[in-house]
């Protein structure tokens, strides 16, 4: 009998290569060391290119006064405060528009997207128009294009001013539609105005559990209750009761036309209006796009077997479509949320001033310091963009199927 | 513009060799044109012709430049830019000469690291209305829009302003002169507000010049002029020099038509200037001893260029004002060429 031992083997330099145990470990060091080779000599080539320019790469411009001014600010602001909060007005404004922008988008690429797939001819034919007419023509020409509309057809301020002024104001003389904006009258809350708001959440809460209990009393009893209309009553009839009850406490201030400009109220520059509603149509196109492919997606047996259960069609595509579709059509939703926000940095070209327009523009061209400023862009855009991902990612968890 | 502001920062990120730091001038001989970054268009400063030809006020010093160095006026690679990205493409070696109007302050001659090599035009800010508005001065704008220039010194003077006088505006930011002009015509601003000299350029140019003004009020120094990279002494010297001797030029009452008949001028500093005696004053700037005599016969001294680009015959109109010669009553005035 043998020893019955194998050779305790030994392990070789050329093992690294030749084993397969080893081959894979030793792929991934070597293209990690020549990756930070890599990062390494990038780093050190722009800091010594600096250097040879004479530039240092230095961030405490953010603390320095800014100088300039900004016209729509969210937060206050004044040409002494600092480059920092310039950029952070900017980024208030950079966000307002993707918010409003996302939902917009996603409200009518729905309808377009389900309308497109509509058995009526004229219908779909006409979405199909809207979403090739959108989504093959640059946001960049939209976005100047609806601006340069909103500017040369709509009248200046001064068109309102007179005994009989070419232009008028709208809505019981409550908005003003002028070439620079569009002027709302703002609400001014007075005393008593808390208990107002408050009964209105109240409502809201009031709202929430009525629909639970509706719910539960349909799955258990089969008994279902006018839901839309009892929710719409709790919304807003205590809600009026108590604004009357107070006295009305809340008030409108109108907007009027003093010196150049129109004064009070709650103007909504042309830049932010092209702004928005150009992207807002242009990523509505993709979106509507995704929601079809997402129907499209769910088999025709489950339509046809939720009409043969006796559902209306509306239902059907609320109840049974949709839920499903929504696991096909969220994750490319990110992209085009992420895809918004993104061109959102075109603001310039129509004057917004977005984080591109304070720090990538002005802050830049003031300082000097565009190293920095594109750096601390592209951090910003990075953080939204991964922050906005894993929002949606999480809802998408909660909307896939469980247990796979 | 995308590719400029590629191209310098690009440079900046370091994946360009190593930008030259000194020996522009050998660099621009060995390349055989000189890089001129200029503005995408002002009128009267930079523009082009309807035959193509770059030509305009900050055009032709380069053009001057290029004489000096060449001996020929069109050894001249001009580069467009926008106000916002000119001081990156010049950091970058995109251009080695940036002539666009330009104001000289105390910010980018230290914080920028460039050098201004001298003032080619003595401006200020100015606002630009509508005779119809009715305001003769601009204490009357409190409370307008006004279109600005993003990216440019106008925007700081137009918030210290309306600040010193206890006024209120709202700002209306354009990328350009001509989207300033175009929001302006709509109305969609009231005034409209730059360097007093565009304003003039870009009011002649409209359809009805008469129906708009430029209030008389100048709110702000700004002086224009060349400018190059802080660390080639050299080459800055070349064109603080080349602006001199079209400055001296025009004192002199030298200019392109009659400039051969001073060979025989007992003026000792004429003779220096256009290398004509024997002295070779050039050579201590590293260039061709007719130089200066080169620039002023292709371009002309100060005064014609003014006069070309600026003055009556170009339509513009604009005075000369401070911006003549000191022995006419301006205070252009060159250190002596000695």
């Known amino acids: 009998m043998s020893s019955g031992k194998l050779p305790v083997e030994r392990f070789r330099l050329g093992m690294?290569?030749?084993?397969?145990?080893?081959?894979?470990?030793?792929?991934?060091?070597?293209?990690?060391?020549?990756?930070?080779?890599?990062?390494?000599?990038?780093?050190?080539?722009?800091?010594?290119?600096?250097?040879?320019?004479?530039?240092?790469?230095?961030?405490?411009?953010?603390?320095?006064?800014?100088?300039?001014?900004?016209?729509?600010?969210?937060?206050?602001?004044?040409?002494?405060?600092t480059h920092g909060r310039a950029a952070l007005v900017g980024i208030l404004n950079t966000l307002l528009v993707a918010f409003i922008g996302c939902i917009i988008a996603t409200i009518i690429g729905v309808f377009v997207g389900i309308l497109r797939l509509s058995k009526n001819w004229i219908v779909a034919k006409l979405m199909a128009v809207y979403i090739e007419g959108f989504r093959n023509i640059p946001v960049l020409l939209w976005i100047v294009m609806i601006f340069a509309l909103l500017t040369e057809f709509t009248p200046a301020p001064k068109a309102f001013r007179g005994a009989n002024p070419e232009a008028s104001m709208i809505w019981f003389e409550s908005t003003a539609i002028t070439n620079r904006g569009t002027y709302f009258p703002s609400p001014i809350w007075g005393d008593g105005s808390i208990y107002l708001i408050l009964t209105f959440l109240i409502s809201l809460i009031a709202i929430f559990f009525f629909r639970r209990y509706a719910k539960a009393l349909q799955e258990e009893t089969g008994k279902g209750l006018p839901k839309f209309w009892i929710s719409f009553g709790l919304l807003l009839i205590p809600s009026i009761l108590i604004y009357f009850f107070l006295g009305a406490p809340v008030t409108l201030e109108y907007p009027y036309l003093k010196g150049f400009n129109f004064k009070d109220g709650i103007y909504i520059r042309n830049s932010l209006i092209a702004l928005t509603l150009a992207l807002s149509l242009y990523t509505s196109a993709f979106i509507g796009e995704i929601v079809r492919s997402g129907i499209l997606a769910i088999?025709?047996?489950?339509?046809?077997?939720?009409?043969?259960?006796?559902?209306?069609?509306?239902?059907?595509?609320?109840?049974?479509?949709?839920?499903?579709?929504?696991?096909?059509?969220?994750?490319?939703?990110?992209?085009?949320?992420?895809?918004?926000?993104?061109?959102?940095?075109?603001?310039?070209?129509?004057?917004?001033?977005?984080v591109r327009g304070t720090l990538g523009g002005i802050t830049l061209n003031q300082t000097g310091r565009e190293l920095e400023a594109m750096?601390?862009?592209m951090g910003f855009y990075l953080c939204v963009s991964l922050l906005v991902s894993a929002i949606i990612n999480y809802f998408n968890r909660s909307f896939q199927i469980k247990g796979l | 513009m995308k590719k400029s502001l590629f191209l310098s920062v690009a440079a900046i990120l370091g994946l360009t060799a190593g930008v030259a730091a000194a020996g522009t001038l050998d660099d621009t001989i060995a390349r055989g044109h000189v890089k001129c970054g200029v503005s995408t268009g002002s009128p009267g400063f930079s523009g082009v012709d309807d035959s193509g030809k770059n030509v305009g006020f900050d055009v032709d010093y380069c053009r001057a430049l290029a004489s000096a160095i060449f001996n020929d006026p069109m050894a001249v690679k001009f580069t467009p830019l926008s106000s916002s990205v000119r001081f990156t493409a010049l950091a970058s070696g995109e251009v080695d000469i940036l002539a666009r109007n330009t104001t000289w302050t105390y910010s980018r001659d230290t914080d920028l690291k460039q050098t201004f090599l001298g003032v080619t035009y003595y401006d200020g800010q100015g606002f630009m209305v509508k005779t119809a508005l009715g305001a003769?001065?601009?204490?009357?704008?409190?409370?307008?829009?006004?279109?600005?220039?993003?990216?440019?010194?106008?925007?700081?003077?137009?918030?210290?302003?309306?600040?010193?006088?206890?006024?209120?505006?709202?700002?209306?930011?354009?990328a350009d002169n001509s989207e300033s002009k175009q929001q302006y015509m709509a109305d969609a601003c009231d005034a409209y507000t730059t360097d007093a000299s565009a304003l003039h350029g870009t009011r002649i140019n409209m359809e009805v010049p008469g129906d708009h003004m430029v209030l008389p009020e100048i709110v702000s120094k700004e002086p224009l002029g060349p400018l190059v990279r802080h660390g080639d002494d050299q080459w800055a010297d070349i064109g603080r020099w080349v602006l001199n001797a079209l400055v001296i030029a025009e004192e002199k009452g030298i200019t392109a038509a009659n400039i051969d008949s001073f060979a025989d001028t007992k003026d000792a500093e004429i003779h220096r200037l256009l290398g004509t005696g024997d002295d070779n004053?050039?050579?201590?700037?590293?260039?061709?001893?007719?130089?200066?005599?080169?620039?002023?016969?292709?371009?002309?001294?100060?005064?014609?260029?003014?006069?070309?680009?600026?003055?009556?015959?170009?339509?513009?109109?604009?005075?000369?004002?401070?911006?003549?010669?000191?022995?006419?009553?301006?205070?252009?005035?060159?250190?002596?060429?000695?």
Not at chain 1, 16 to 43: C, E, H, K, N, P
Not at chain 1, 307 to 336: C, F, H, K, T
Not at chain 2, 146 to 169: H, P, R, W
């Open chain 1, 299 to 354: 088999s025709k047996g489950q339509t046809e077997a939720a009409s043969s259960l006796g559902l209306r069609p509306g239902r059907i595509m609320s109840l049974i479509i949709l839920p499903q579709a929504l696991r096909v059509i969220v994750p490319p939703m990110i992209s085009n949320y992420l895809n918004l926000t993104k061109n959102s940095s075109l603001a310039i070209a129509v004057g917004y001033m977005d």
């Open chain 2, 281 to 338: 004053m050039m050579a201590m700037m590293g260039m061709p001893k007719a130089g200066m005599y080169n620039a002023i016969k292709h371009v002309g001294n100060y005064g014609e260029i003014f006069e070309r680009n600026l003055g009556a015959s170009s339509g513009i109109n604009i005075e000369r004002g401070v911006n003549n010669s000191w022995t006419n009553g301006g205070i252009l005035y060159s250190p002596p060429f000695r």
């Open chain 1, 16 to 81: 690294l290569l030749g084993d397969t145990r080893y081959r894979s470990t030793t792929v991934q060091v070597i293209a990690f060391i020549i990756f930070v080779a890599v990062v390494f000599w990038l780093v050190d080539n722009t800091v010594k290119n600096l250097a040879l320019l004479g530039k240092d790469v230095d961030f405490s411009f953010l603390w320095m006064r800014a100088g300039y001014d900004i016209n729509q600010r969210l937060i206050p602001y004044t040409n002494d405060s």
């Open chain 1, 375 to 377: 750096l601390l862009l």
């Open chain 2, 136 to 174: 003769n001065s601009t204490l009357d704008l409190d409370g307008a829009t006004i279109c600005i220039q993003v990216g440019t010194t106008t925007e700081l003077n137009l918030a210290d302003y309306f600040k010193a006088n206890d006024m209120s505006y709202e700002p209306l930011p354009t």
